[in-house]
């Protein structure tokens, strides 16, 4: 057994899971060198929500992060999450515009692109790993870890030699609700190990309590690489913390190799910033206890959290056992996806209005229809026709990729925000968060203008930099 591998979620998921993805650039720059020396198998610092939150919350240009943190990070693997067919965004997008944001990504400093799908739906990842494999970057495909009668090791196996069928270099099972427990995730483990010849890599989360030994079961079992985070940010619905996961293996076959003491040093720069988040409010310390729900619910603990506040705005908290029971239905139904953004929130939705109003599927949201027509891509289990038709009425099912019918829409979207570029990346950022995009555009003119010492006043010292 080679020695576990390990990848740093500090700088993306741990935040994310966390602070709503709040650390800035100018908080991660300072302990950049120190962790540089580490030795990690990557540093995951990229995509997910990153993107979104520089645009939105932090007035921080996506693509100058990344070049950053190339910079800064000169000897590791920057890693970076992306939503397949989706991009980083909330549609999918045809594929010169899914190609072109691989490209930029791999040219701005990426190494590692985890692709997944909401509904492991290979064929929603295809052009991603094509491009990403031509940009030569390791292309890992990560397969949505969910329960459920047909979500068996079987059905991970099959899905997974797909995936190496398809030419990614390794996969990592993500387990974004935090559902695995030791001995299935052991079992799973083996299993994939039996099926595939290219490395498994773990992603789970704190918030069952279980990650830790999850972890240690899983590299028993024969996995190459974990991702855990910094221990000021980890725990809760962040990750198993990087010097305890380093600590329990050193000393044995499975032995990281990395230096407890230097983590030591990079721990206490985090417990600095972890104090200053939850002095403003930003990090609540509710979001570092064990919730074992999702165990009981089989419901992702950001999913809890949204079917209560939908029952409190309509007045009808005491229904919320009731919705409990609808979801698993309102999931069948739907052909059992898996319980991550975005069908987590459309199953949760309709199963609140079919409570709420008494009838079941009396009122049917956008999006579930969206999901039973096939607008999002094949479901894991076929959807009954009857019920199909009772949702969608005459409309013709989609049975192609999705991405299928829509036409190249790179040129579109370049003339709608010329006015804006003024770097080639910029219609990647329009592409996928449009308004909020260009208000980040906007802001980014005001203060060049404001540099500008032929607009600005000269006698203040200010000149461009």
């Given at each position: 057994m080679a020695k576990?591998?390990?990848?740093?979620?500090?700088?993306?998921?741990?935040?994310?899971?966390l602070i709503a993805t709040r650390m800035t650039m100018d908080e991660m720059r300072p302990i950049l060198p120190l962790m540089d020396k580490v030795g990690y198998h990557s540093i995951e610092c990229w995509g997910g929500a990153t993107f979104d939150s520089c645009l939105r919350f932090?007035?921080?240009?996506?693509w100058e992060r990344l070049r950053i943190l190339r910079k800064e990070l000169p000897n590791s693997k920057l890693q970076m999450l992306f939503r397949g067919q989706n991009m980083l965004g909330y549609r999918h997008y045809a594929d010169d515009v899914v190609e072109y944001f691989v490209q930029k990504s791999v040219a701005n400093g990426i190494d590692i692109i985890r692709i997944f799908d909401a509904l492991n739906d290979i064929r929603n990842l295809d052009t991603a790993i094509r491009a990403a494999k031509k940009e030569g970057a390791h292309t890992q495909v990560a397969m949505s870890f969910t329960l459920g009668e047909v979500f068996t090791d079987q059905y991970y196996v099959d899905y997974a030699k797909k995936i190496q069928d398809a030419g990614a270099d390794s996969i990592c099972i993500k387990d974004m609700a935090?559902?695995?427990?030791?001995?299935?995730?052991?079992?799973?483990?083996?299993?994939?190990?039996?099926?595939?010849?290219?490395?498994?890599?773990?992603?789970?989360?704190?918030?069952?309590?279980l990650a830790s030994m999850c972890m240690l079961k899983g590299i028993e079992a024969g996995v190459d690489v974990i991702d855990t985070a910094m221990s000021p940010l980890a725990l809760g619905t962040s990750h198993a913390p990087?010097?305890?996961?380093?600590?329990?293996?050193?000393?044995?076959?499975?032995?990281?190799?990395?230096?407890?003491?230097?983590?030591?040093?990079?721990?206490?720069?985090?417990?600095?910033?972890?104090?200053?988040?939850?002095?403003?409010?930003?990090?609540?310390?509710?979001?570092?206890?064990?919730?074992?729900?999702?165990?009981?619910?089989?419901?992702?603990?950001?999913?809890?959290?949204?079917?209560?506040?939908?029952?409190?705005?309509?007045?009808?908290?005491?229904?919320?056992?009731?919705?409990?029971?609808?979801?698993?239905?309102?999931?069948?139904?739907?052909?059992?996806?898996?319980?991550?953004?975005?069908?987590?929130?459309?199953?949760?939705?309709?199963?609140?209005?079919?409570?709420?109003?008494?009838?079941?599927?009396?009122?049917?949201?956008?999006?579930?229809?969206?999901?039973?027509?096939?607008?999002?891509?094949?479901?894991?289990?076929?959807?009954?026709?009857?019920?199909?038709?009772?949702?969608?009425?005459?409309e013709t099912p989609i049975e192609c990729r999705p991405a299928d019918r829509l036409a190249p829409e790179l040129d579109k979207l370049r003339a709608e925000c010329s006015e804006w570029i003024e770097q080639e990346e910029d219609v990647l950022s329009y592409a996928q968060f449009g308004q909020v995009a260009v208000k980040f555009f906007e802001k980014r003119r005001d203060a060049k203008f404001a540099l500008d010492p032929k607009h600005g006043d000269s006698a203040s010292g200010v000149h461009p930099v």
């Open positions: 576990v591998k390990i990848t740093e979620t500090v700088l993306r998921d741990a935040h994310q899971s932090l007035n921080e240009d996506p935090a559902l695995l427990t030791p001995y299935r995730t052991e079992k799973l483990v083996k299993a994939l190990k039996a099926s595939v010849n290219i490395p498994i890599q773990l992603h789970t989360h704190y918030t069952s309590g990087t010097e305890s996961m380093v600590a329990a293996l050193q000393g044995t076959e499975y032995d990281t190799g990395l230096d407890l003491v230097l983590l030591t040093q990079i721990r206490e720069y985090f417990m600095k910033l972890r104090k200053k988040y939850i002095d403003s409010g930003l990090l609540d310390p509710k979001m570092l206890a064990v919730d074992a729900n999702a165990l009981i619910y089989q419901v992702p603990g950001g999913m809890l959290s949204n079917l209560l506040s939908q029952l409190k705005q309509a007045g009808k908290e005491d229904k919320l056992e009731e919705v409990l029971k609808e979801v698993p239905r309102v999931r069948k139904d739907a052909g059992y996806p898996p319980l991550v953004t975005p069908s987590s929130q459309i199953v949760g939705t309709q199963a609140v209005f079919n409570v709420i109003l008494g009838e079941r599927y009396k009122t049917v949201t956008k999006e579930f229809k969206g999901i039973i027509k096939g607008e999002y891509g094949q479901t894991p289990v076929p959807i009954d026709p009857a019920f199909r038709k009772k949702i969608i009425g005459n």
